[in-house]
Nanobody, 115 residues
Framework: QVQLVESGGGLVQPGGSLRLSCAAS????????IGWYRRAPGKERELVAS???????NYADSTKGRFTISRDNARNTVYLQMNSLKPEDTAVYYC?????????WGQGTQVTVSS
């Protein structure tokens, strides 16, 4: 099992930007696919972006063109740069390995987009 720790959330106005960080305690970022998920109030958790060990990136249609996922292997960290934020991006954001159902979910980091 791998526990990842999310940080970087906050309150931002519509159109603003935030960068989220997903930190691992050991060197796994370069070995596994890592995904960013979010759960909005009253909705199911959804995968918004992922990056494979080979650097292939995938995005949900709702985030394509606005969010960018990247990683820093030396820092064991995956980032989610979020630009042009909308109120509907408001959610708790989590990171996790997508194909490992027994990995625990972290606390997540709250992103609130509001004027």
């Amino acid at each position: 099992q791998v526990q990842l720790v999310e940080s970087g959330g906050g309150l931002v106005q519509p159109g603003g930007s935030l960068r989220l960080s997903c930190a691992a305690s050991r060197s796994i970022i370069s070995t596994y696919t890592i995904g960013w998920y979010r759960r909005a109030p009253g909705k199911e958790r959804e995968l918004v972006a992922s990056i494979t060990s080979g650097g292939v990136r995938n995005y949900a249609d709702s985030t394509k063109g606005r969010f960018t996922i990247s990683r820093d292997n030396a820092r064991n960290t995956v980032y989610l740069q979020m630009n042009s934020l909308k109120p509907e991006d408001t959610a708790v954001y989590y990171c996790k390995r997508p194909y490992y159902p027994y990995d625990p979910w972290g606390q997540g980091t709250q992103v609130t987009v509001s004027s």
